[in-house]
């Protein structure tokens, strides 16, 4: 894990900044790391250095070329056959006002309406996940995105609670079908932890001298 510093000088008042408690851009893990077949959990260096866990005991990765694992700077997710379950870690947004949560998706292939993606995320460490349903119209009562798609950036805005966890699930059927994830972002108001605001007079007000330390969880 690294980390970042710097400091911004700003002379107006009143500012309010948004705060990155966790991202992750699939860049920073060896090439491929994740899960592949034959078998399950043992390619790159998937699970001890990564932030986020798989589990693929649903899916049937009966090949090599059957796999789910971050490459090339994203999550791919490649003739899963069942459910492929991808799970972030712990996110503690408990000093959080607000929370939102972003996840860029694409695929490449032709795939089915059996063929799905699934975001849930959980507010309580993991007791209880809520479904996205439908997105943009992309998915069904059930999934959240399913069937071919255009790119799309599944965001839910608004979230208060102790500890984040973002659960995606893959299900695709072939060999020409690619499911792709990138650029999971949490961001929040009033988070303690990810940046510390210190706020002090210049020149007497109106002016303040702002002075921003950022603390990047994890270098992209």
Not at 38 to 62: F, M, R
Not at 117 to 143: A, K, P, Q, R
Request: proline share 4%; charged share 10%.
């Amino acid at each position: 894990m690294k980390f970042f510093y710097f400091a911004l000088l700003i002379l107006l008042p009143n500012i309010s900044f948004s705060q990155l408690p966790w991202l992750e851009g699939f860049s920073t893990h060896a090439d491929p790391s994740g899960v592949v077949g034959p078998g399950i959990n043992n390619a790159g260096d998937y699970p001890t250095s990564t932030p986020w866990t798989i589990d693929a005991s649903g899916a049937s990765l009966t090949a090599t070329s059957d796999y789910g694992y971050a490459t090339g700077g994203q999550f791919v997710a490649r003739d899963t056959d069942g459910p492929l379950i991808f799970t972030t870690e712990n996110i503690n947004i408990s000093t959080c006002t607000s929370v939102d949560f972003s996840i860029d998706l694409s695929e490449s292939g032709t795939f089915e309406t059996s063929d799905y993606i699934n975001v849930e995320y959980s507010t309580d460490g993991g007791t209880t996940f809520t479904l996205i349903t439908d997105w943009m119209g992309l998915g069904t009562l059930t999934n959240t995105i399913n069937d071919d798609f255009a790119p799309t950036t599944v965001t839910v805005t608004g979230l208060t609670g102790t500890s984040l966890v973002l659960r995606i699930t893959f299900n695709n059927n072939a060999g020409t079908e690619y499911y792709n994830m990138d650029n999971i972002s949490v961001t929040g108001t009033g988070c303690s932890g990810g940046l510390t605001l210190n706020t002090g007079t210049v020149f007497g007000a109106p002016f303040l001298q702002t002075v921003v330390t950022e603390r990047v969880l994890r270098e992209m």
